[in-house]
């Protein structure tokens, strides 16, 4: 058992604070240490940027009574000897934030933490390389680009309307692991990883997206949620994991693109993105690489002449679908002629190339999730209940089917081959191919460039492992990418 202190010169000015006692320095002078008592851990909120003040003597005797402190006299003196701190601190200081930087900047830093979430790097940075529960660090431009002044600050120092979120981010740290630069291993990397909290159907749920992160954390990458509202600052990362739906004429594919310029390793990248998010080139690319897949078809019209081609080279019902489409949407079903030319209109109004496909029914459709060329998971999933995908959005009450997930090596030899020759013509990346089997025959549908990884599905088999693995293929590229430069 840790007992937690919280040593302040107005400690009025703090109300109740969930495990911990707070104390003046008199009282932390007179009381400790005292004998049997357990470890103790000290959050110093005095003054500390006088030497030899109240706040620099809290520090020193928690030292020398064993009691592990916040800040420590070595972070006291090196922020009293860093009056213009530089690159050390704003080295990933992007180009978008410096150029914004148009007038002087104070941040509020409590325990790593700012109000200011597009500079929420900069106050992680500033908090690793000076501990201390409170820093105000002003950023300003001068004639050498961008300089940074840190200093400490005691508890009466802040301001009014930041007190409440001191005081949350101080309990927060109080529950959390006690972390300081000389005991936290910093981590190697920094991987954003791009999420939207409204999306209905995102690729991860909110408990594998946590999963991921803490795959990360294990080999040396910190990672961490972003919106495309943060997008700007996409530069400050190493790495880009995209966990949004993909579509090119979008902000995930110009983020994608925007962090690949910028040098990070991306996945998904921009060119699968690309690729798989339209079907025009997947059937042309499997025709050309003799990729196993359905008959296919490209049709610009909707007139007699289109419909009598088409009836001569499919028979009903047939498959209709958008270039762009996810998750089964863009994809419709026509049973006869005259479903055929209305559907055929619709989708024209919206794109000058319909993709016409023959139909087979199956009980279910492989799923191969594929990295780096390797296939690392695999599902059956079966189609929705009296509906003819593993989607129906029009159902409210079975919108999907059920789903198995299995080991690799029980995955038949033909739908594995299949499913790595297609993904041999996108890339490198993450993807998840789509394939149906009748008897002995395999035919691959699409490979996605996002694939759906939730938890308890995608990773009922393998379980943590799936995401150490993906996160394995980050640190191994982040480990190239530093040779190469």
């Not at 201390?132 to 840190?150: E, F, Q």
């Not at 495309?228 to 790495?239: F, R, S, V």
């Not at 490198?428 to 009748?438: E, H, N, S």
Request: net charge negative; with cysteine; charged share 25%.
């Amino acid at each position: 058992m840790t007992k937690t202190l919280i040593v302040a010169d107005h400690p009025q000015l703090l109300n109740e604070v969930q495990d911990a006692e707070v104390l003046s320095f008199d009282q932390y002078l007179a009381q400790y240490p005292k004998v049997n008592e357990p470890k103790t851990r000290v959050i110093n909120l005095c003054d500390t940027s006088q030497y030899l003040s109240r706040g620099y003597y809290c520090s020193l005797l928690a030292e020398a009574r064993q009691h592990r402190v916040l800040p420590g006299l070595a972070c006291i003196n090196d922020i009293r000897n860093a009056e213009q701190v530089r690159n050390s601190l704003l080295i990933n200081l992007s180009a978008e934030q410096s150029a914004k930087l148009t007038d002087e900047l104070t941040l509020w830093v409590f325990f790593g933490w700012s109000s200011n979430e597009a500079f929420k790097r900069v106050s992680r940075q500033a908090f690793e390389q000076f501990p201390a529960p409170i820093l105000r660090v002003t950023l300003r431009r001068d004639a050498d680009g961008v300089a940074a002044n840190v200093q400490s600050a005691a508890l009466h120092d802040v301001p009014e309307q930041e007190q409440a979120a001191f005081v949350t981010r101080m309990q927060r740290f109080t529950r959390d692991v006690w972390r300081t630069s000389a005991t936290k291993r910093k981590p190697r990397w920094e991987l954003a990883i791009l999420v939207n909290d409204d999306e209905p159907s995102p690729p991860s749920d909110a408990d594998a997206i946590k999963r991921f992160i803490k795959a990360a954390s294990k080999l040396g990458i910190h990672a961490e949620t972003i919106s495309h509202k943060e997008a700007g600052q996409i530069a400050e990362y190493d790495a880009l994991f995209i966990r949004e739906t993909t579509a090119i004429d979008h902000h995930t594919y110009r983020i994608a693109r925007a962090a690949e310029q910028e040098g990070l390793v991306v996945i998904d990248d921009p060119t699968s993105i690309l690729r798989c998010c339209n079907k025009v080139f997947l059937h042309d690319a499997f025709s050309y690489n003799k990729v196993p897949s359905l008959k296919t078809m490209v049709s610009i019209g909707a007139d007699d002449a289109e419909l009598d081609r088409l009836e001569q080279n499919f028979t009903y019902p047939m498959v209709l679908k958008l270039p762009e489409g996810s998750f089964s949407r863009g994809v419709f079903k026509v049973d006869d002629r005259a479903e055929l030319r209305a559907k055929l209109l619709e989708l024209l109004d919206v794109s000058a190339l319909v993709l016409v496909q023959e139909f087979l029914y199956t009980e279910y459709d492989w799923r191969i999730g594929v990295l780096n060329g390797r296939a690392i998971y695999a599902c059956r999933y079966h189609m929705a209940r009296k509906h003819w995908q593993i989607y129906n959005h029009g159902s409210k009450r079975f919108s999907t089917g059920g789903f198995e997930t299995l080991p690799t090596f029980e995955v038949p030899r033909q739908v594995l081959d299949a499913a790595l020759k297609a993904c041999a013509m996108i890339g490198k990346g993450l993807y998840g191919v789509d394939i149906k089997q009748k008897d002995n025959h395999v035919y691959v549908i699409e490979v996605n460039d996002n694939p759906s990884i939730d938890h308890g599905v995608e990773d009922k088999y393998l379980g943590n492992e799936l995401y150490m693995l993906i996160m394995q293929e980050f640190a191994n590229r982040l480990e190239m990418r530093g040779k190469a430069q």
